[in-house]
Each structure stands twice: as C-alpha cells, then as structure tokens.
C-alpha cells in the first residue's frame, strides 16, 4: 500500500509462523510459499524479510521472490546476523563457509564471528544473494539491527563505516538498540555522522523503560528515504531472554498510536523522498491489520 506522498507501508514479514497459524491475512486455499508472496504483494507494494537475518538465501529463492512480485515492488532485507555482530548457529552458513568454522565450533548452536577475513567472505556471500532483487530494481535497503551491547564509541562508529564497506554499493539502514546512541549527548552527533555517510538512520518504535535498555521514538531523515519500524509495546516481554521471538513482538497498535505515526510519517515526508513504514508486530494477524489501517489514515 503506498500513499500518494510518498510513504509506503508494509510489515516486515509475510510468513511468519504465528500468522500462518492465525488465518488471518491469508484466504483458505492461500498455503503455498508461491501463493502466499503474491497475494502479499497484491495488498502492499513493499516488505522486510526477516529469514535473511537467520540465514543467507539461496539465489533460487531470490529469483523466485522477483519472480512472484510486480515490477514497483520492493523488499528490504535484514542483514545476516554474523555481519551485525549478533551469535548464529554455523549449520545456517552455506558448506563453503561452514568449512571456514573451526571444527570445535561446528556443533555449537551459537557462535560469534571477529575474524575481518571471514566476516568478508560472509559479506560476499550475501550481498551476491541478493543480485537478482538488485537486477530487478527490487532492492530497497539493507537493515542492520545491532545489538543492545553495540552502544556509542568510535569504535562503534569505524565499526559502522567498516560494515558500509562489506555492503559495497548497497544502501544500509541502520537501527541502535542501545539508548546511548540517542541520548541528548549524542543523537546530533550521530544523526550528523549518518547524513555525512549516506546512511538511512532507523526511526525505531518499541517499549519504554526509561532506562538504556531500550531507544526513544526519535523520528528522524539523514538520506532521502525515511526508515520506520514500528515493533509494538509489549513492555512485558520485550526484555525476556527466552521468550519466543513472537511473543517480544505480541502487540496491536490502538487508532491513537497509529494516528500518531501517521502525523510523524507526514513530517518526515516533507523531507525524505520517500517514508517506509514497517510493522515488526509480527504476531499472529496484528502487523497485517495495523498495516492496511495505517494505509487508510496516511
């Protein structure tokens, strides 16, 4: 769904698990990874894909993802987890870089990679998934989600310029899970730090604790594209380490919140050529309904 000022409005999954299970997005007869992706892209024109943060897609699926959507369609891909400084489980590298792993770390389920070579080659391999989307024209940006341990210092900084560089060419949107980076102290440095880079800075929403752990809703521009992702308010499980990833995430925005996010996405449009809303309440049905509700109010 798009709206004639140039916002943009979709979730930032189409298959997840919970909405599968609710029925409600999906017609009966909807079950096939071919029929699904279509009638997505026949109700919004825009989508994040949340499976490349937990793996590296095979080219087949990209194309087949190009393949299964209309020519103005856009997906933004959420980068791998080695490449954000985030634990992966190394049986989701593909054989070739899995053979990279030292043998004492193949069975672990978790494992961080350090090693500038090996994060490279990491790099490689994902940015070369996703060329049929980028030949299509059906590449939007590529969203780095760092960690709440990755918090303002210029290390952090070279760290984020030392990522630009793996994505080559490709635009990056960047979201901080650690408060430092929009603390008064530091947000007009940091925004000014993205502008300088080109950049796409993440306008983030999610529960509040008034603490570090969490970042405020800061609306914000520093490339021509405008970056939202609206993750709920589920102040109850956000911050659990063992819950189920759906349930941080088991939120439904009330016409107030969204009557809100609706006039912020109207102030950055008077910047940015172009605003992307995104829903990550991606449990059950709520993403899809905040979604096609939001694109009435815009």
Same mark, same amino acid.
């Given at each position: 769904?798009?709206?004639?000022?140039?916002?943009?409005?979709?979730?930032?999954?189409?298959?997840?698990?919970?909405?599968?299970?609710?029925?409600?997005?999906?017609?009966?007869?909807?079950?096939s990874a071919d029929e699904r992706l279509r009638y997505y892209a026949a109700n919004f024109d825009t989508v994040e894909v949340d499976s490349t943060y937990y793996a590296i897609p095979a080219l087949q699926i990209t194309t087949l993802w190009t393949e299964r959507t209309p020519p103005d369609f856009t997906f933004h891909i959420k980068v791998y987890g080695a490449l954000t400084g985030h634990g992966i489980d190394p049986r989701t590298l593909p054989k070739p870089l899995r053979e990279l792993v030292p043998p004492a770390d193949r069975s672990r389920l978790s494992i961080r990679i350090t090693d500038p070579?090996?994060?490279?080659?990491?790099?490689?391999?994902?940015?070369?998934?996703?060329?049929?989307?980028?030949?299509?024209?059906?590449?939007?940006?590529?969203v780095f989600? !760092?960690? @709440?341990?990755?918090? !303002?210092?210029?290390?952090?900084?070279?760290?984020?310029?030392?990522?630009?560089?793996?994505?080559?060419?490709? @635009? %990056?949107?960047?979201?901080?899970?650690?408060?430092?980076?929009?603390?008064?102290q530091h947000r007009g440095q940091v925004l000014a730090f993205l502008q300088?880079?080109?950049?796409? !800075?993440?306008?983030?929403? +999610?529960?509040?604790y008034g603490t570090q752990a969490t970042i405020p809703f800061l609306p914000a521009v520093t490339t021509d594209t405008a970056y939202v992702r609206l993750h709920g308010r589920n102040g109850e499980?956000?911050?659990?380490?063992?819950?189920?990833?759906?349930?941080?995430?088991? !939120?439904?925005?009330?016409?107030?919140?969204?009557? &809100?996010?609706?006039?912020?996405?109207? +102030? %950055? &449009?008077?910047?940015?050529r172009l605003v992307y809303l995104m829903f990550n309440n991606c449990r059950a049905g709520h993403a899809m309904r905040?979604?096609?509700?939001?694109a009435r109010l815009v």
């Open positions: 769904m798009a709206a004639a000022s140039g916002i943009r409005i979709g979730t930032c999954s189409w298959a997840e698990k919970s909405l599968l299970a609710s029925g409600e997005f999906y017609p009966k007869g909807v079950t070579a090996f994060l490279h080659a990491i790099a490689d391999a994902f940015t070369a998934s996703l060329a049929p989307l980028r030949d299509a024209g059906k590449l939007g940006l590529l989600q !760092y960690p @709440p341990w990755f918090w !303002y210092k210029t290390a952090s900084l070279e760290q984020i310029l030392i990522d630009q560089e793996l994505m080559g060419n490709l @635009p %990056l949107a960047i979201e901080f899970r650690h408060g430092s980076w929009l603390s008064e300088q880079h080109r950049i796409c !800075y993440v306008t983030a929403d +999610e529960p509040q499980n956000w911050l659990k380490k063992w819950v189920e990833s759906s349930a941080r995430y088991d !939120y439904l925005y009330n016409r107030e919140e969204l009557n &809100s996010f609706a006039r912020a996405a109207r +102030e %950055l &449009s008077a910047t940015a905040n979604a096609r509700e939001m």
